[in-house]
């Protein structure tokens, strides 16, 4: 089958290639992929800036249908449309395996850069990481349903919204932009995106189509003067940190209520990032970072896509043959796009 493939370590070493049918396991099931989505870490892989083990295809957020189950699979058979979380590996014996939290088991390794992903026309995966997609949602919805499995975790689970807040996102990547979303959808008062000037042409305007009050360019606009003037100088009563930019990091402080809730789900993409310590004591700074993706966060993710809570429609900005992956990944690297899918 095609695939693509990181070939080896360095820049570039990326093309699409045949490889060798994935071998059904007894508890797995074979999936034709039906739409990829590329992820800032699949440009980042393909630039050398993140882990991965070569020969690796690439692709972790993608969406299928069932061709075929291993001997011991029940609950799922030929024909089911779904997707599938992307930890593989994990121990099975660790406090965080045993808790249902094997994305952050030490062992555990992605699809897409640990073992082989999504990006090719067929995938075995464990029928226990399977999620079915509702009739409601298309096969290129579902193909954003990682990331948005990621946000829910982050900021519906472990911050939480509530019908009061003023929700300010900081990043419009697609991350930010689905954090936004999901806050939007759990019913917060009013939710801010906020970008850069490269953010103009594509991520600003896709904030305001889906639904955001708020779409700011921190470049020409004062972003902490707008939530002041908004929330009567009280500040913001949640900050989605989902840039990794070190000025917006130091900000969300400035910006946060007393007692507030910041949500970290941004990489700084560095060893360190300089903290207003005694700031965030004084306001006594509710800090929750997140990682990855759970169980629950995939099921509510799905229930939010089949009930059109959230559309995200407006974040694909297209979709293209696999072979076609270069003009792909040079659009999303210019920010001409916002979420690109891949077909095989
Ligand atoms: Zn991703
Ligand atoms: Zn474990």
Redesign the pocket.
Known sequence: MKALVKTQKGRGFLEVKDVEDPVLGEHEALIRVKAGGI?G?DLHIEADRFHYNPPVILG??FSGEIVEVGKKVVGFQAGDRVVSEPHRGGCGTCRYCLTGQVEVCREKRAIGYKVDGAFSEYLSLPATSLHRIPDSVSFEQAALC??LAVVVKAVLERSKVEPEDFVVVMGCGPIGLLAAAAAKAEGARAVMVTGTSGDEKQRLPVAIKMGMDYAVNVEKQDALALVNERTRGAGADLIVEASGAEPAIRQAFDMIKIDGRICGVGISGKEAVALPWDLAIRKAVNVSCSFSSNWTSWERALSLLGSGKINVDPMISGTYPMKEWKKAFGLLRNLEAVKILLVP
């Open positions: 992820c870490t972790h957020e990682e990331p």
